[in-house]
């Protein structure tokens, strides 16, 4: 079966290297480009085979986040690439988030993009990644904040709005063992209370 790539991307000398790029990848026939996520909307309800997509965060109209959300809504089973010249953290994790598989810089090399491309297709990609401007997956290593089992749902719990009494009840264990997972929570997370607590877990899409 014939696998069709779907590409948005609004800088026309940037466009013709990713469409290049698909080609050699997956074919000529089998490549679809346009420059608004608008326009990619439509034409991907015309692609019954359509097997990635992937978007530029600097679109015009529909953009962004925005664009990542109304995608995963409409074909949430399709992998979604971002390429993006931006190195915002805040951005890649909310991106990551909301949908997309990987968020690849532009400054990367073919080889490394046809890399992720052919990862991706294959299934070999299952968690999201971060590809930077030298190839390297930031994700696992330095990215996230590493949480115990019993760090992530106490702050899930904390997310939404439960009490550190309540939060004890339903995870079974003391009172002050929640304050010092809290607590915990707070050094991690380079916070100081809990209202900060639950923002920096929704930017960074930790909160459940």
Avoid at 25 to 52: D, F, Q, Y
Avoid at 127 to 150: H, Y
Wanted: glycine content about 6%; aromatic content about 4%; proline content about 3%.
């Amino acid at each position: 079966m014939t696998r069709t790539a779907l590409i948005i991307e609004d800088h026309p000398l940037y466009r013709d290297a990713l469409i290049h790029l698909m080609q050699e990848i997956i074919g000529k026939s089998e490549t679809v480009a346009t420059n608004s996520a608008e326009k990619g909307l439509r034409l991907a309800e015309t692609l019954p085979n359509l097997a990635l997509i992937l978007l530029d965060l600097g679109l015009p109209g529909l953009n962004g986040i925005e664009a990542i959300i109304a995608f995963h809504r409409k074909m949430p089973l399709i992998p979604i690439i971002v390429v993006s010249a931006s190195e915002n953290r805040q951005e890649v994790a909310t991106a990551l988030h909301e949908g997309a598989i990987a968020f690849v810089s532009k400054a990367v090399s073919a080889e490394i993009m046809t890399d992720v491309v052919r990862r991706i297709l294959s299934g070999a990609i299952t968690e999201p990644e971060w590809i930077t401007a030298n190839g390297k997956n930031t994700i696992q290593d330095e990215f996230w904040p590493k949480l115990t089992v019993r760090q992530h749902e106490t702050l899930v719990l904390l997310s939404e709005g439960h009490s550190n009494k309540e939060i004890a009840l339903r995870l079974g264990l003391s009172e002050m063992t929640i304050k010092v997972h809290v607590s915990a929570l707070f050094r991690v997370l380079n916070v100081v209370n809990r209202t900060q607590a639950v923002l920096a877990a929704r930017r960074l899409g930790l909160g459940g």
